[in-house]
């Protein structure tokens, strides 16, 4: 899928183990863009929807009749710039997100509970509940939410209990056990605008905010095929250069 792609990046040699050896490789550290310029001449644009089962490849496919200008929608829209920007499926964002926020938790009622000007928690300590036994190692502090984050966990840690940090011997009581996929990503105020402040302003979980970006990936701006052959001249003259 991408040797007509790639076959137009120059060669380089490049020492690949910092030992003085050079190989020849293509020189793929290149972003190439269409040019304001030639943006603004093009004036067939269209929007499309990408769905899950529509890779780039077969979206290409559906758009142009040829699975290999799938790059083109890099070209044109700035929020591509990576294969992994590409929206994920369904299934795949639900491994995602379980796996960027998988572990616990803990909340407190006030930000000092969590660190202060005399002691924090440390990032990769054992945290142990009073009460439960259960214990947990330290993955994220986040003083914003009045929460500390923790993997690994044996046993269940219980509301109203104190935990205590093995090495910093910080503890606080525990408010709320949540999923850290339902913790707090950011707040909302009334304005509809971000914002860090939880008082007064709607909670976006961390889940939400995922799924909120990678649906708004969704949407995509094309070109119309009759303005292909001009742009592939414009980016083999780019990739020259």
Not at 27 to 51: C, H, L, M, P, Q
Not at 95 to 111: D, H, M, N, P, V
Not at 172 to 192: A, E, W
């Amino acid at each position: 899928m991408t040797e007509k792609y790639f076959r137009h990046y120059p060669t380089i040699n490049f020492d690949l183990k910092n030992d003085g050896n050079l190989i020849q490789a293509k020189d793929i550290f290149r972003n190439i863009r269409v040019s304001s310029d030639a943006e603004d001449a093009i004036t067939g644009y269209n929007y499309t929807y990408i769905t899950d089962q529509d890779r780039p490849d077969v979206l290409a496919t559906k758009l142009y009749g040829d699975p290999t200008l799938y790059w083109l929608f890099w070209m044109v829209n700035p929020h591509l710039a990576v294969h992994s920007d590409w929206p994920k499926s369904a299934s795949v964002l639900e491994k995602y997100i379980k796996r960027k926020y998988s572990g616990k938790a803990l909340t407190t009622e006030q930000s000092t509970d969590i660190v202060s000007s005399s002691a924090k928690f440390l990032q990769g300590e054992k945290v142990v509940g009073s009460t439960s036994s259960a214990f947990g190692y330290v993955i994220k502090i986040d003083p914003t939410n009045n929460q500390l984050i923790l993997n690994d966990i044996e046993g269940q840690f219980v509301v109203g209990e104190t935990v205590t940090g093995s090495q910093s011997s910080k503890s606080f009581t525990i408010s709320s056990v949540r999923n850290f996929l339902d913790s707090p990503h950011h707040y909302i105020n009334s304005k509809g605008l971000k914002t860090s402040i939880s008082t007064g302003n709607t909670p976006v979980t961390n889940r939400e905010y995922e799924e909120k970006f990678n649906q708004d990936k969704r949407e995509i701006k094309y070109i119309k095929p009759n303005y292909i052959p001009d742009l592939i001249r414009e980016f083999r003259s780019m990739i020259k250069e």
